[in-house]
């Protein structure tokens, strides 16, 4: 079986301020992570 290398994973509610919404929000769409690590799977839950 093979396994990413990398997975990023985070999560997100009504009750973050905008800022910290559109910084996760870009990572995902990115699929690059705050370290400027460049991840194979992303996940994003509320």
């Known amino acids: 079986m093979l396994y990413p290398k990398t997975i990023w994973a985070d999560w997100l509610c009504g009750d973050h301020k905008l ?10 769409a990115a699929g ?3 370290d400027g690590t460049v991840v194979e799977n ?3 839950s509320r």
């Open 19 to 28: 800022l910290h919404r559109r910084r996760l929000l870009g990572e995902f």
């Open 32 to 34: 690059i992570a705050t």
């Open 42 to 44: 992303c996940f994003l």
